[in-house]
């Protein structure tokens, strides 16, 4: 069965740390992983995906196939990112669902 | 464009009563449909997803079920509510293509069982 794990509920750095949000997964197949961001009173929506290879709003990810492991970094955490990120995969096939991680919450203290 | 829309956004509903949420999507065909239901400190869980019409996956034994009877349209349902059943819950539709997917999803509805 395909599982999202984020062990951190909760995680605060102060403006201009660097910020790790751990993602580890499991399947057996080669999933298609992606980051998730809820902002306040916001929908949901894509922060990026890993097959793009791209740094959104300075937050990029890298897939350790090794470790099943999809950890999103930012160098210098702005006050802005305060948000709740949820790491998510699809299977590599057509039609599948998408299954989501239980979310940490990110909190840029000033 | 594509837009999803779900309602209501708020519901309050006393215990044993029935449950009707519905999620329509413009702007594109035969997407993949979802419902997921939100909840604090338990993140987003996956409760059905459907690949096409009146075919849906259960995700999590419960006291809900899903149904869609046309292409953009998906209906969560609940023939008597429990208090359990409180939570956030969000529709969202996807295109199919593996990793070019994205899941682009609703404004939720906060149901409050009472």
């Known amino acids: 069965a395909q599982r999202v794990t984020q062990p951190e509920k909760l995680l605060s750095v102060f403006k201009g740390a660097p910020v790790e949000l751990k993602c580890n997964y499991s399947?057996?197949?080669?999933?298609?992983l992606f980051w998730y961001v809820q902002y306040s009173r916001q929908r949901l929506q894509l922060l990026l995906r890993h097959i793009s290879r791209e740094s959104i709003k300075g937050f990029t990810a890298d897939l350790n196939k090794g470790e099943t492991s999809f950890h999103l970094k930012k160098p210098f955490a702005q006050e802005e990112d305060s948000a709740m990120y949820y790491c998510a995969l699809t299977p590599d096939n057509y039609g599948q669902n998408f299954v989501f991680g239980p979310g940490t919450r990110l909190s840029v203290l000033p | 464009s594509q837009t999803i829309h779900q309602w209501p956004a708020t519901l309050v509903q006393p215990v044993g009563s029935p449950l009707s949420l519905e999620c329509t999507v413009e702007?594109?065909?035969?997407?993949?449909l979802y419902w997921y239901r939100q909840a604090a400190g338990r993140g987003l869980q996956l409760l059905f997803y459907s690949v096409g019409i009146g075919q849906i996956s259960s995700e999590v034994p419960q006291n809900l079920s899903a149904s869609r009877p046309q292409d953009r349209q998906f209906i969560l349902s609940s023939k008597k509510l429990l208090l359990s059943d409180s939570g956030f819950y969000l529709c969202a539709w996807s295109t199919w293509g593996g990793a070019r997917s994205e899941a682009f999803f609703g404004q939720g509805t906060r149901l409050t069982v009472v």
């Open positions: 399947y057996s197949g080669s999933p298609e």
């Open positions: 702007g594109t065909s035969n997407p993949n």
